[in-house]
């Protein structure tokens, strides 16, 4: 009779260890070791089952989203393919796929500029620059850290993420802007962007005072967080340039597929486009 199979802790955190080796990112492997962990406390001491993870899909298929259900299927099947036990891989959820943005979680350029302007009155430069080093560049948040001094004077940043790396051009007037910055706060060397007490800013910290800059800047928050700067980033520079390959280089993308969602526009763009095509004659 085969041995049961089981997910447990020390499985997990052995697949969580094979994640790191592989040079996944922390935020991935976080994410993968929080979706077996409630898959482990779902299961309540079962064996893993065809039979139940049917089960597990069509209760999460009830509560979540399709593509967050199609995110816990990816990790599950990865970790069963870790294991060898191929032949308990769940089939994710056949998607449509979404041709217009969400037109209530699009940031627009003036309410970019409004979050921008805001920092600037609550006389926080540091935050003002942070938002525009990131959309004027494309880059992650987490990438924040490769904007470094040395990145200042030459005018390109070279940046390694997820295994890959790609040189970011920063714009004259960004660097312009950047080097007042620094002589200001007597940065000499390291990166741009620091706390005080030395260490690059993370993700956390700029979430959080970006978002305090909503009411003031009657931005909607759910619009407000680094990754959509990003996301404007691309949609205005495939607007001006319509390279959907070159921009997937630029962004740091493996899969152009990937880029083809950052550049969706919202139906209200797309309506506007259909009435400039005059093609309703009476």
Same mark, same amino acid.
């Given at each position: 009779?085969?041995?049961?199979?089981?997910?447990?802790p020390?499985?997990?955190?052995?697949? &969580?260890?094979?994640?790191?080796?592989?040079? =996944?990112?922390?935020?991935?492997?976080?994410?993968?070791?929080?979706?077996?962990?409630?898959?482990?406390?779902?299961?309540?001491?079962?064996? /893993?089952?065809?039979?139940?993870?049917l089960?597990?899909?069509? +209760?999460?298929?009830?509560?979540? #989203?399709?593509?967050?259900?199609?995110? #816990?299927?990816?990790?599950?099947?990865?970790?069963?393919?870790?294991?060898?036990?191929?032949?308990?891989?769940?089939?994710?959820?056949?998607?449509?796929?979404?041709?217009?943005?969400?037109?209530?979680? +699009?940031?627009?350029?003036?309410?970019? &500029?409004?979050?921008?302007?805001?920092?600037?009155?609550?006389?926080?430069?540091?935050?003002?620059?942070?938002?525009?080093?990131?959309? &004027?560049?494309?880059?992650?948040?987490?990438?924040?850290? $490769?904007?470094?001094?040395?990145?200042?004077?030459t005018?390109?940043?070279?940046?390694?993420?997820k295994? #890959?790396?790609r040189?970011?051009?920063?714009?004259?007037?960004?660097?312009?802007?950047?080097?007042?910055?620094?002589k200001?706060?007597?940065?000499?060397?390291? &990166?741009? $962007?620091?706390?005080?007490?030395?260490?690059?800013?993370?993700?956390?910290?700029?979430?959080r005072?970006?978002?305090?800059?909503?009411?003031?800047?009657?931005?909607?928050?759910? #619009?407000?967080?680094?990754?959509?700067?990003?996301?404007?980033?691309?949609?205005?520079?495939?607007?001006?340039?319509?390279?959907?390959?070159? /921009?997937?280089?630029?962004?740091?993308? $493996?899969?152009?597929?990937?880029? =083809?969602?950052?550049?969706?526009?919202?139906?209200?763009?797309?309506?506007?486009?259909?009435?400039?095509?005059?093609?309703?004659?009476?």
């Amino acid at each position: 009779m085969p041995k049961p199979r089981c997910l447990i802790p020390a499985l997990i955190k052995e697949y &969580a260890i094979h994640l790191h080796e592989q040079e =996944r990112a922390p935020a991935t492997i976080q994410k993968y070791t929080s979706d077996l962990t409630a898959l482990m406390r779902w299961l309540d001491e079962r064996p /893993l089952e065809k039979s139940l993870l049917l089960l597990w899909k069509e +209760e999460i298929s009830e509560s979540c #989203k399709a593509s967050s259900v199609n995110g #816990k299927i990816a990790v599950l099947n990865g970790f069963l393919g870790y294991m060898g036990w191929q032949e308990l891989r769940l089939r994710p959820l056949k998607l449509q796929r979404n041709l217009f943005a969400d037109e209530s979680r +699009e940031l627009t350029r003036a309410e970019y &500029a409004r979050l921008v302007h805001a920092a600037q009155k609550k006389e926080n430069e540091r935050l003002s620059l942070v938002i525009q080093t990131i959309c &004027a560049t494309g880059i992650r948040v987490s990438e924040l850290r $490769f904007i470094t001094v040395e990145a200042v004077q030459t005018g390109k940043a070279e940046v390694n993420n997820k295994g #890959k790396r790609r040189l970011v051009f920063l714009p004259e007037k960004l660097r312009r802007l950047l080097q007042n910055y620094l002589k200001k706060q007597k940065i000499t060397a390291g &990166a741009v $962007f620091v706390s005080r007490n030395g260490r690059p800013l993370n993700r956390s910290n700029i979430w959080r005072d970006m978002k305090a800059l909503c009411e003031s800047a009657e931005v909607d928050p759910r #619009k407000v967080f680094p990754h959509n700067l990003r996301h404007l980033f691309a949609r205005t520079y495939y607007t001006l340039e319509k390279d959907l390959s070159r /921009l997937a280089d630029i962004l740091g993308h $493996f899969n152009v597929n990937s880029t =083809r969602i950052y550049t969706m526009e919202s139906g209200r763009i797309h309506a506007r486009q259909l009435a400039r095509m005059g093609l309703v004659v009476t």
